[in-house]
């Protein structure tokens, strides 16, 4: 019901920057809590930022090795979530999932979400 297509990976030097967009079709995404996710050769998928509805209103998380380098937004005339990553580092590089859940609450485990893009490539490589 929900599709997603992710774009805007690709090649990038350490301490370089890239923007990750991931439109949606079949929902609009202010009814979905949205997420991006990674995946390393060889690793478990691995939760990277959320943005949901809380108890107390809309709120972002993000996993602690990015906080304060990523950040994820929404813009939902575009329905369009994205992942602004800089100071891009070494251990970065993974292929980046977009997801979204059927609940407009934040949540950040990957079984909680109920739709996936295809993925895009970052590698981060001097």
């Known amino acids: 019901q929900v599709q997603l297509v992710e774009s805007g990976g690709g090649l990038v030097q350490p301490g370089g920057s890239l923007r990750l967009s991931c439109v949606a079709s079949?929902?609009?995404?202010?009814?979905?809590?949205m997420g991006w996710f990674r995946q390393a050769p060889g690793k478990e998928r691995e939760f990277v930022a959320a943005?949901?509805?809380?108890?107390?209103?809309?709120?972002?998380t993000y996993t602690d090795s990015v906080k304060g380098r990523f950040t994820i937004s929404t813009d939902n005339a575009k329905n369009t979530v994205y992942l602004q990553m800089n100071s891009l580092k070494s251990e970065d590089t993974a292929l980046y999932y977009c997801?979204?859940?059927?609940?407009?609450?934040?949540?950040?485990?990957?079984?909680?979400?109920?739709?996936w893009g295809q993925g895009t490539q970052v590698t981060v490589s001097s």
């Open positions: 997801a979204a859940a059927k609940s407009s609450r934040l949540v950040v485990a990957t079984a909680s979400y109920d739709y």
């Open positions: 079949g929902r609009t995404i202010s009814s979905n809590a």
């Open positions: 943005r949901g509805l809380s108890w107390s209103g809309p709120i972002t």
